[in-house]
């Protein structure tokens, strides 16, 4: 079945305690991208990556990091969180060649930082 | 860069009626305009979209209109189900030969259906 996953689904943790959200998906698709969802504010996203080890800031970067190692894995670092990174965040991954850019959202990670 | 204005952000229409949901976007490169659709505690899923060279498209009870001279794009649900309950959000990007890059979202439209 065609999917992203991420995990943590659900996760609580402690302001500047390093953490790592992973994302996979098996669609072999070039592009993935990191957003984050808050009230009234919609989908914005954090970092996105065109192929392996190409990544490229979005509109709202500060504080997290990327890596791009594997085709089908896109990993979001928050080094030190803060409690304004308490959100919801979702991969995507799109197929860049086709003329379809449906984006595929993973299910999603509640991250809470006290 | 890109700037997308959805409205309204809370929408509530009788069962049956129709709802129109709103966007302009600010970047005249933009071509690329998909509508997702996400439910309470789900993941956004597309529902429609839509190409600057396109000024309407539709999908049974879904409609998409683009009017690239006022940079506006609207959504259009006729004969509302309980089921269309859900949170829209409208997005724009301008996609190159190697595929969409920065998809900027709207701030979402909660629409409720009652019945």
């Known amino acids: 079945e065609a999917q992203v996953t991420q995990n943590p689904r659900y996760l609580i943790t402690v302001t500047g305690k390093k953490l790592t959200v992973t994302c996979s998906q098996n669609?072999?698709?070039?592009?993935m991208s990191w957003y984050r969802q808050d009230p009234g504010l919609g989908l914005r996203q954090i970092y996105y990556s065109m192929n392996v080890e190409v990544t490229d800031k979005g509109d709202v970067p500060e504080g997290y990091k990327v890596s791009r190692k594997e085709k089908r894995n896109f990993p979001l670092i928050l080094e030190s969180p803060s409690p304004n990174q308490t959100s919801l965040y979702f991969c995507?991954?799109?197929?860049?060649?086709?003329?379809?850019?449906?984006?595929?959202f993973g299910p999603g990670t509640r991250l809470t930082v006290l | 860069g890109e700037n997308v204005e959805q409205h309204p952000s809370t929408l509530s229409v009788q069962e049956g009626d129709s709802a129109v949901i709103k966007c302009t976007y600010s970047d005249s490169a933009s071509n690329y305009f998909p509508w997702y659709k996400q439910e309470l505690g789900k993941r956004p899923q597309l529902i429609i979209d839509?190409?600057?060279?396109?000024g309407e498209k539709k999908d049974q009870r879904i409609a998409v209109t683009l009017n690239k001279t006022a940079k506006h794009f609207s959504l259009h649900i006729t004969e509302t189900q309980p089921e269309d309950s859900a949170v829209y959000f409208c997005a724009a990007t301008h996609t190159p030969a190697q595929g969409a890059q920065k998809l900027v979202f709207g701030q979402g439209t909660r629409l409720t259906i009652n019945p």
């Open positions: 839509i190409r600057s060279n396109v």
């Open positions: 995507a991954s799109i197929p860049s060649r086709g003329g379809r850019y449906t984006q595929y």
């Open positions: 669609m072999n698709h070039e592009y």
